[in-house]
């Protein structure tokens, strides 16, 4: 007996035969989880802190009251993680005795974890909904230093923060680690693996939580503008005539706007900002989106299919959203993985050049810009560098595979 195979099942067997492009997907889940899992891996806020008769948890606090926006949709993505996997591993198992497809458990399992994140992000944004950090004046590894063994800790593999700054260790080479007669808090004998940058903040540290910002730039800035994209070039290529020409010229004129100068521009206006740089990538971004979703749309109208979802009384809305764009979006899902890649790119050299993400706030663009001002601190060169092209490569890879799976005359 033949089996039918849908095509999606189609496009993840011809991706798994590039085994570049498979190898970069497993890579890309390491990235998640080192920018989920940030906190876990390197903070300055000890999970239990043993202050005399008197047992504090300030890791836990600081989870849910962090200083910068980004940070907090992690960390709730974090406390909502470990749920998730209890969740999905039932229903997985549930599904499964169903017989309900892999591919079809896949998506509704990572739908679920988005649907846990977006709740837990709009239940802890209120303050009297989650735990007041009253420890932020606090500096728990001074303390735990000068109480010279009254008062002990437990903290993370890396006990630095992402701010936490040491003016004693400025500009440090890896491996560094200060001289014992030189330690004023608990974690100063750990090593700074990647060395320090202008205030003594671990390199390392701030790698890892820049993974966020870079992460968050890319994904949220193609989002918006293959949303826009998709809903105008949708639009464009099934009513055609009047509206398809009112919507080109529209593209043409977005077109003339390069996004990195008017980033650039509204900064001087409004100031720097991570959020400027995400809209304005989405905004400006969305064009090119159209014009592929405006052909691929113009193909599939013409095709028996809507001509029948049209004679049994189908709404406009109806065909366009439920019919002609599940099989029009194949050049959305090949140009998400290179908009994310440029996005990141744009993002590092906002900050590079001083207009994106401001300190003390990570990013891989503000460690590179130390660095490129005196090449004697050359890990602050290297190391922001190999991670940049490290993760653009990645993501290339993975469209690359995702073209080459889509493209009919490729399959085997």
Not at 127 to 144: I, L, M, S
């Amino acid at each position: 007996m033949i089996h039918s195979e849908a095509y999606l099942d189609i496009v993840w067997r011809q991706f798994k035969k590039n085994r570049f492009a498979t190898g970069a997907l497993c890579v890309l889940c390491p990235l998640f989880l080192m920018a989920i899992f940030a906190p876990l891996i390197a903070s300055d806020q000890p999970l239990v802190f043993h202050d005399g008769d008197q047992t504090l948890y300030p890791w836990f606090r600081a989870l849910f009251n962090p200083d910068e926006v980004v940070d907090f949709a992690f960390n709730m993505s974090l406390v909502g993680f470990f749920p998730w996997v209890a969740i999905a591993l039932g229903l997985n198992w549930f599904w499964k005795r169903r017989e309900v497809p892999g591919r079809r458990r896949v998506f509704r399992i990572a739908a679920l974890y988005v649907a846990i994140i977006i709740l837990l992000i709009g239940l802890f944004s209120f303050p009297q909904c989650r735990p007041d950090n009253k420890y932020r004046a606090r500096t728990f590894t001074e303390e735990q230093f000068q109480a010279e063994g009254n008062k002990d800790a437990l903290y993370v593999p890396i006990p630095f923060g992402p701010t936490e700054q040491d003016l004693g260790a400025i500009f440090r080479p890896p491996m560094f680690v200060t001289e014992k007669s030189q330690w004023k808090d608990a974690n100063d004998g750990f090593p700074h693996l990647l060395g320090t940058d202008d205030t003594g903040s671990d390199v390392l540290v701030r790698m890892i939580y820049g993974t966020r910002i870079s992460l968050t730039v890319g994904f949220v800035a193609v989002g918006i503008y293959i949303t826009i994209g998709v809903i105008v070039g949708a639009i464009a290529g099934y009513f055609g005539g009047l509206v398809d020409i009112c919507i080109s010229r529209i593209i043409e004129i977005v077109l003339l706007f390069p996004s990195f100068f008017l980033i650039l521009t509204l900064v001087a206006l409004i100031g720097p900002s991570i959020y400027i740089i995400m809209v304005v990538i989405g905004v400006t971004g969305w064009p090119t989106m159209a014009r592929l979703i405006r052909g691929e749309v113009l193909k599939q109208r013409s095709i028996d299919y809507v001509a029948a979802a049209r004679a049994l009384g189908s709404s406009h809305a109806r065909i366009i959203f439920r019919h002609i764009l599940p099989n029009a979006l194949s050049p959305a899902l090949v140009a998400a993985p290179f908009g994310i890649a440029g996005a990141i790119i744009t993002e590092a050299g906002l900050s590079l050049l001083g207009f994106g993400v401001q300190p003390p706030a990570p990013s891989w663009g503000t460690l590179l810009q130390l660095g490129s001002g005196n090449y004697t601190y050359w890990w602050l060169v290297l190391v922001p560098s190999l991670a940049m092209f490290f993760t653009v490569t990645i993501f290339n890879l993975v469209g690359s595979g995702l073209r080459d799976a889509m493209d009919p005359r490729l399959r085997m």
